[in-house]
């Protein structure tokens, strides 16, 4: 049986909103927070409805059974700067590092992926990548599965931590995706970051059409149980 749970998010841009009203769908609570505070949010949650709250970024750390980061690039640091802590939580990094939709507005971090640089911002926390890879648009079109011949569209996450991504797969599902594995923070986060062979699609890629894209690239994809 599902268990509902609380998704803190912090950004309320095109990214929060959509993330929002999907984890709303499938029965969970979110708190929302932006940098101008709860009352620039009323709106927004009225609109939502049952289940949404504005709240402080602290709010949405501490009441978060996982928190969810979708701000720009450019924002992140800030955004997270003085929270916590993050002893343990779940946290799922939205991001890229890009400062543009170009091919060369893209920020340069040497040899880290762009969700080592976001660890490194929530010291403790277990960061799994997840929801950067496909045009947001696309990701709020997801669709169930209208028979149980159809496929489920994939979303792909990577991380460090097992039991963290079994979290993630949990919400995935519950919004009516596919999880996939594409490993470590570091070598999955490269495969689904910013000029990775997983980003770029302009629609969610069915399960046979991933797999048979993970097989191409030598990723053997670990099955994604719940958590223990």
């Given at each position: 049986?599902?268990?509902?749970?609380?998704?803190?998010?912090?950004?309320?841009?095109?990214?929060?909103?959509?993330?929002?009203?999907?984890?709303?769908?499938?029965?969970?609570?979110?708190?929302?927070?932006?940098?101008?505070?709860?009352?620039?949010?009323?709106?927004?949650?009225?609109?939502?409805?049952?289940?949404?709250?504005?709240?402080?970024?602290?709010?949405?750390?501490?009441?978060?059974?996982?928190?969810?980061?979708?701000?720009?690039?450019?924002?992140?640091?800030?955004?997270?700067?003085?929270?916590?802590?993050?002893?343990?939580?779940?946290?799922?990094?939205?991001?890229?590092?890009?400062?543009?939709?170009?091919?060369?507005?893209?920020v340069d971090l040497?040899?880290?992926?762009?969700?080592?640089?976001?660890?490194?911002?929530?010291?403790?926390?277990?960061?799994?990548?997840?929801?950067?890879?496909?045009?947001?648009?696309?990701?709020?079109?997801?669709?169930?599965?209208?028979?149980?011949?159809?496929?489920?569209?994939?979303?792909?996450?990577?991380?460090?931590?097992?039991?963290?991504?079994?979290?993630?797969?949990?919400?995935?599902?519950?919004?009516?995706?596919?999880?996939?594995?594409?490993?470590?923070?570091?070598?999955?986060g490269k495969l689904?970051?910013?000029?990775?062979?997983?980003?770029?699609?302009?629609?969610?890629?069915?399960?046979?059409?991933?797999?048979?894209?993970?097989?191409?690239?030598?990723?053997?994809?670990?099955?994604?149980?719940?958590?223990?």
């Amino acid at each position: 049986m599902k268990t509902a749970m609380t998704v803190g998010i912090l950004g309320a841009g095109q990214m929060g909103q959509t993330l929002a009203r999907l984890f709303l769908a499938a029965g969970h609570d979110v708190v929302l927070a932006n940098s101008r505070g709860p009352a620039s949010l009323s709106a927004l949650v009225a609109e939502l409805g049952k289940g949404a709250r504005a709240g402080t970024p602290a709010e949405a750390v501490r009441d978060g059974d996982v928190v969810v980061i979708a701000t720009r690039w450019e924002q992140t640091a800030a955004a997270v700067q003085g929270l916590g802590p993050f002893d343990g939580k779940v946290v799922i990094d939205t991001t890229n590092n890009r400062f543009g939709p170009g091919p060369k507005d893209i920020v340069d971090l040497g040899d880290l992926t762009s969700s080592e640089a976001v660890a490194a911002l929530v010291p403790g926390a277990r960061v799994v990548k997840a929801f950067n890879h496909q045009p947001i648009p696309v990701l709020g079109k997801l669709r169930r599965p209208e028979s149980r011949y159809d496929e489920r569209q994939v979303l792909f996450i990577a991380g460090d931590d097992a039991e963290a991504k079994k979290v993630v797969a949990g919400l995935i599902r519950d919004i009516g995706g596919e999880p996939m594995d594409t490993g470590t923070l570091r070598d999955g986060g490269k495969l689904q970051g910013t000029g990775g062979p997983l980003a770029g699609y302009n629609r969610l890629l069915s399960h046979s059409e991933a797999s048979e894209l993970l097989r191409h690239l030598g990723v053997g994809a670990p099955e994604l149980g719940t958590p223990g």
